[in-house]
T-cell receptor
Framework: KQEVTQIPAALSVPEGENLVLNCSFT??????LQWFRQDPGKGLTSLLL?????REQTSGRLNASLDKSSGRSTLYIAASQPGDSATYLC?????????????FGTGTSLTVIP | NAGVTQTPKFQVLKTGQSMTLQCAQD?????MSWYRQDPGMGLRLIHY???????DQGEVPNGYNVSRSTTEDFPLRLLSAAPSQTSVYFC???????????FGPGTRLLVL
């Protein structure tokens, strides 16, 4: 069964700092990997989707990389802002004995201090 | 587009009661799914559907039923609620399953 781990569980940084969030997964047979943002009491908002054949995706101040062979992905946030404070989740779309499924990590709670 | 909508936003049930969580999307997506989110456990897939009339089990299907009679709607039924089903439930959709997923705002369920 695919296991997805996110480290650290919580992170606090001063405004303006660049930061990296980590995601690791145990089975490299994946379709894609997706990064989400979740604000307290809200649903998930998709940030970036990386297909298994891609190495990275960029959107504004966000850059996500994927190393399928080592089972790792990183989300790089440049010049962090207080509005970036949220929980960041990664999800892996992969095969399982019950079909193809999405497996989520438990998230990294980010606080950007003004 | 309203995107993915879920009702109710919050529900309290007593053990043994039944209820249906509603999910609808107006993006003509074929793939729809239900997750539950529990502290320290991340989101776990309950059931999913790749199109009208087709459903399949996810990681934690026990205690839940689904049906997909139309492309737009994907209700989740709890037949006999248990305290272990206290959670936040999210519905999601995507065009065919391998693309960006769009999530609803969630339903908070408390089973006493």
């Amino acid at each position: 069964k695919q296991e997805v781990t996110q480290i650290p569980a919580a992170l606090s940084v001063p405004e303006g700092e660049n930061l990296v969030l980590n995601c690791s997964f145990t089975d490299s047979a994946i379709y894609n990997l997706q990064w989400f943002r979740q604000d307290p009491g809200k649903g998930l908002t998709s940030l970036l989707l990386i297909q298994s054949s891609q190495r990275e995706q960029t959107s504004g101040r966000l850059n996500a990389s994927l190393d399928k062979s080592s089972g790792r992905s990183t989300l790089y946030i440049a010049a962090s802002q207080p509005g970036d404070s949220a929980t960041y989740l990664c999800a892996v779309h992969s095969f399982s004995n019950t079909g193809n499924q999405f497996y989520f990590g438990t998230g990294t709670s980010l606080t950007v201090i003004p | 587009n309203a995107g993915v909508t879920q009702t109710p936003k919050f529900q309290v049930l007593k053990t043994g009661q039944s209820m249906t969580l509603q999910c609808a999307q107006d993006m003509n997506h074929e793939y729809m799914s239900w997750y539950r989110q529990d502290p320290g456990m991340g989101l776990r897939l309950i059931h999913y559907s790749v199109g009208a009339g087709i459903t399949d089990q996810g990681e934690v299907p026990n205690g839940y039923n689904v049906s997909r009679s139309t492309t737009e709607d994907f209700p989740l039924r709890l037949l006999s609620a248990a305290p272990s089903q206290t959670s936040v439930y999210f519905c999601a959709s995507s065009p065919s399953g391998g693309e960006t997923q769009y999530f609803g705002p969630g339903t908070r369920l408390l089973v006493l």
